[in-house]
């Protein structure tokens, strides 16, 4: 039987590193592009004509229904064959903030939809500009809430970030992988990536608790 | 069926003037129904400037739709409602917000803005829809504030507020945008008992001193007699009988009035 092995530890190291930075930063530029267009997205099912919402719910539930690995490789090994054409990292970081920011958007709409009537009401009593009331009266009251489920979808989002191996993207899996191909060497690695995880993803779901205590009463 | 209204009793209202028949709101032949359910049927009513009008009648009856159509919170079915002459649903829907910065309104619930403080939620309209300086706005709330009675809680948040404090405060906060109409939506019947009092002299207070049109729904019958030149009865969708306060409450014509005044008073 296999004993462990410390020095293949550090050997992995390097490699390991520089897949922490890919994963994290799939994972912050993921984020951030799944807030951005799920409030898209969530505005959209609010649209005042049906020729913006009913596209709007087409595409989101196109997109959430479909596995995401699905889209990694569409995105991947298809779209170039139209001449659109991005780097691995790039295309995966678009894939899966895309794919979350159908999830995001239904955390959005619910929060949108917890607002009162009556605040709505309020903004039209004071001919409030529709923009306005969504930057100073809805959107504050509505993320208020909603930051503990967007943090929960975070957490989910960097556990899908190995899905991006699939397309070459260097991150914390790939990386593994790729010692393991060298080295012959899978236990190391594998153990250093999950513990990883572990390290990233419970510390940020103890935060997310304690800030669903403070913002959501 | 239309009410009729004494002579205002500011003489030379400007508002007045440029009016003929001296009408600031009218309705006519407003139809709204919700589903199956006619709330205002073929309504006709009209209110001259610096009036205070007091709807009344059973919940259900209709009356709090009416100032939610003035409000443009709903829309009419049929019929048209002017403000000053001025088609408050036209076809250009970005005229609407022209007519409605004339109508301020305050609610059952408050609906003050829980994410900003009291003086927050006074000056964000004067200063994003009137144009006004921070400085003016700011300025202007404390006034308000002041009259209110509650000049120093301007930095606190609605939430630590009493129920009476924040209707208080809402009504600042309609009064802020200088509105020359003023929807009262049972303003007073979330409070609680001993809260009622504090928000009706501030509203006896606006009635006696501004000369802001008033429409009023609300069960305060004693409030209603204070400040009311006009009262409509109400009932099923259609005012069945209108008229100066000491008429109505203590002499109606119609029976249905008769009954409702006796189960409230």
Redesign the interface.
């Known amino acids: 039987m296999k004993t462990w092995d410390w020095s293949a530890v550090a050997d992995f190291m390097p490699r390991f590193l520089d897949g922490l930075l890919v994963t994290l930063q799939v994972l912050v530029l993921g984020s951030l592009l799944s807030f951005t267009l799920g409030l898209i997205w969530a505005i959209g099912f609010r649209a005042p004509t049906r020729f913006i919402r009913w596209p709007v719910h087409a595409v989101t539930e196109f997109i959430r229904n479909t596995p995401l690995l699905v889209q990694l490789f569409f995105f991947f090994f298809v779209l170039p064959e139209f001449g659109v054409q991005f780097s691995a990292l790039t295309t995966g970081t678009i894939a899966i903030g895309v794919h979350y920011s159908t999830y995001t958007a239904q955390v959005y709409r619910a929060g949108i939809e917890a607002v009162p009537p009556g605040q709505w009401e309020a903004a039209t009593a004071l001919s409030l500009p529709t923009g306005r009331t969504w930057t100073a009266v809805i959107l504050p009251q509505a993320i208020r809430r909603i930051v503990p489920a967007l943090g929960n979808y975070v957490i989910s989002m960097l556990k899908d970030t190995p899905l991006l191996a699939g397309i070459s993207v260097l991150e914390m899996l790939q990386q593994s992988r790729l010692e393991s191909a060298a080295t012959f060497q899978y236990t190391e690695p594998l153990t250093v990536v999950g513990v990883a995880f572990i390290l990233i993803a419970y510390p940020a779901s103890l935060l997310m608790r304690a800030l669903e205590r403070r913002l959501v009463r | 069926m239309s009410a009729d209204i004494t002579p205002p009793k500011t003489a030379g209202d400007p508002a007045a003037k440029h009016l003929p028949d001296g009408e600031l709101i009218r309705f006519d032949r407003v139809t709204k129904r919700f589903g199956k359910n006619t709330v205002l049927d073929n309504l006709c009513f009209s209110a001259r400037p610096g009036k205070h009008v007091t709807l009344i009648g059973p919940s259900g009856s209709g009356k709090t739709t009416i100032l939610r159509l003035l409000?443009?919170?709903v829309t009419p079915d049929e019929g048209t409602i002017t403000i000053d002459g001025e088609n408050l649903y036209p076809a250009d829907r970005r005229h609407v917000?022209e007519v409605?910065?004339n109508?301020?309104?305050v609610?059952q619930?408050f609906?003050?803005?829980?994410?900003?403080n009291v003086l927050r939620n006074i000056t964000?309209?004067p200063v994003?829809?009137l144009g006004l300086s921070r400085d003016e706005a700011e300025e202007r709330g404390r006034e308000l504030l002041d009259m209110v009675g509650l000049g120093d809680r301007c930095a606190a948040k609605p939430t630590q507020l009493s129920g009476g404090q924040q209707q208080r405060v809402a009504i600042a906060?309609?009064l802020a945008?200088r509105p020359r109409i003023l929807l009262l939506d049972e303003v007073t019947s979330a409070l609680d008992p001993e809260l009622v009092a504090g928000v009706l002299d501030v509203l006896r207070d606006i009635a006696h001193t501004t000369d802001i049109t008033m429409l009023c729904v609300t069960h305060e019958m004693n409030f209603a007699r204070d400040i009311s030149d006009d009262v409509l009865m109400f009932d099923s969708g259609k005012v069945i009988e209108s008229g100066p306060p000491e008429k109505i409450f203590t002499d109606p014509e119609q029976e249905r009035t008769r009954e409702f005044l006796s189960a409230v008073l």
Do not use: D
């Open positions: 409000m443009t919170l917000r409605r910065k109508i301020g309104m609610f619930q609906n003050l803005f829980p994410n900003m964000e309209a994003r829809v906060r309609a945008m």
